[in-house]
Nanobody, 115 residues
Framework: QVQLVESGGGLVQPGGSLRLSCAAS????????LGWYRQAPGKQRELVAR???????NYADSVKGRFTISRDTAKNTVYLQMNSLKPEDTAVYYC?????????WGQGTQVAVSS
């Protein structure tokens, strides 16, 4: 069983930056796929960024060039650096780990972008 705990959310002005962290209770393996998803009020949860074996990454079109996902296996942590934030980035952000077909989720961290 893997437990994921997100942190780093908060209120930021448009154009600002935040870095989200997701710490795993156990070891993160290079074979694990790690992702960040978000869910805005009244909307479905959507993929924001994902990093897979070998460090391959993919991003939602809406965040390309602004967000960067990275992993530190030594610290069992995955990060989401978010720059040039927009009001439409406001959502609860969830960390996800996929291991051999099993999915694990964190509890989420709120990000609000507003002036």
């Amino acid at each position: 069983q893997v437990q994921l705990v997100e942190s780093g959310g908060g209120l930021v002005q448009p154009g600002g930056s935040l870095r989200l962290s997701c710490a795993a209770s156990g070891r993160i393996f290079n074979s694990d796929a790690l992702g960040w998803y978000r869910q805005a009020p009244g909307k479905q949860r959507e993929l924001v960024a994902r990093i897979t074996t070998g460090g391959s990454t993919n991003y939602a079109d809406s965040v390309k060039g602004r967000f960067t996902i990275s992993r530190d296996t030594a610290k069992n942590t995955v990060y989401l650096q978010m720059n040039s934030l927009k009001p439409e980035d406001t959502a609860v952000y969830y960390c996800n780990l996929e291991r051999f077909g099993a999915l694990y989720w964190g509890q989420g961290t709120q990000v609000a972008v507003s002036s």
